[in-house]
């Protein structure tokens, strides 16, 4: 493949991702769907940073004897950090959606405002 | 050369897979694709020299996120109603697509993929890869850095996932105490914390 377009294809196909999942968010109007769409946009966002961490020829950011080259182990971090602070804020979104389905007998945004319209 | 075969391949299979999710209608192959959508990812963490993120991602993106989605599921309906095509469709895929041009735009201007001459490769890492398995005593730099040299961050991220916890079973801790229906998000997560 030619190095040039590999060098950005990772960046592009990460920028695809976080674009499909803006669309779910913003165009379905049901709540698991856009639950859904919301951790493709977080997941695409740590390929961008995991990507940008990574070095040509390096290693794991393992301490090993005979390797010099590791790659970029902060990306690496802050990516775990994002990970567990993604699942927390999926679980309390999933949690208002079982609530909300208590509430008004539905998932899909136009019911909902539908009812509450009706009062 | 054929790392750079791996990560093109499951780039490619990580995009069709999430249009795949977007354009399911049935909401348990959306979710059980999604788990597929994960684990894809955690394999490209891991090709991508990031076996740490690879494992966390595997087992709390593709693990945990997905039974979580399948409880709710269980307690709510399994299907996207029909009509999904609501008003201002085409103004939203313009929003879409300005701005993921926009961004691909910015990144003409970042290093390249695997760039060693990286600034980011070129300040504050080197000393992190250098000094710390001698300052810590741990070979894995990931960890060293995770629980010691930004070990108040971490403590952070624990008082974040107690936030959610309670505001989960805050939530949902009428339904359990009414003994309506068991299953709920709010304990699965509890087992969550103790696995991280």
Do not use: C
């Not at chain 1, 940008?52 to 080259?69: F, H, K, S």
């Not at chain 2, 979710?31 to 994960?38: C, D, K, P």
């Not at chain 2, 299907?79 to 910015?106: I, S």
Request: hydrophobic share 50%; no cysteine; glycine share 10%.
């Amino acid at each position: 493949m030619d190095p040039i377009l590999f060098e950005r294809y990772p960046y592009w196909i990460a920028i695809l991702l976080m674009m499909i999942g803006f669309y779910t968010l913003i165009s379905r109007g049901n709540l698991i769907k856009q639950v859904v769409g919301l951790n493709i946009f977080q997941t695409s966002v740590f390929i961008l940073y995991i990507g940008l961490g990574n070095v040509e020829g390096g290693a794991a950011p393992i301490l090993r004897a005979g390797t010099d080259v590791y790659s970029n182990p902060l990306p690496h971090v802050l990516i775990l950090t994002s990970i567990v602070v993604g699942i927390a804020t999926t679980a309390l979104a999933l949690g208002l959606v079982v609530r909300i389905r208590e509430a008004y007998g539905s998932i899909e945004e136009d019911e909902i405002r539908a009812k509450d319209a009706d009062g | 050369m054929i790392e750079h075969l791996l990560v093109v391949v499951l780039l490619a299979f990580l995009a069709a897979t999430a249009i795949a999710v977007i354009r399911l209608s049935n909401l348990y192959a959306a979710v059980m694709l999604f788990g597929i959508y994960s684990l894809l990812s955690a394999s490209l963490f891991l090709v991508m020299d990031a076996p740490d993120v690879a494992f966390t991602e595997a087992a709390v993106g593709a693990g945990i996120a997905t039974v979580l989605m399948l409880t709710t599921l269980s307690l709510a309906s399994d299907r996207e109603n029909e009509k999904p095509l609501r008003r201002g469709q085409p103004l939203k895929l313009v929003v879409v697509a300005v701005t993921g041009l926009a961004l691909a735009w910015g990144t003409l201007d970042l290093p390249g993929y695997g760039d060693p001459d990286a600034p980011a490769h070129s300040h504050v890492a080197p000393r992190y890869i250098e000094d710390s398995p001698r300052a810590i005593g741990i070979d894995n730099m990931v960890t060293s850095i995770l629980a010691s040299y930004r070990g108040f961050d971490t403590l952070g991220e624990v008082a974040v996932i107690f936030t959610a916890g309670l505001g989960v079973m805050l939530l949902l801790g009428r339904t359990i105490s009414s003994g309506s229906r068991s299953k709920s998000g709010g304990r699965k997560h509890g087992g969550s914390k103790s696995g991280d």
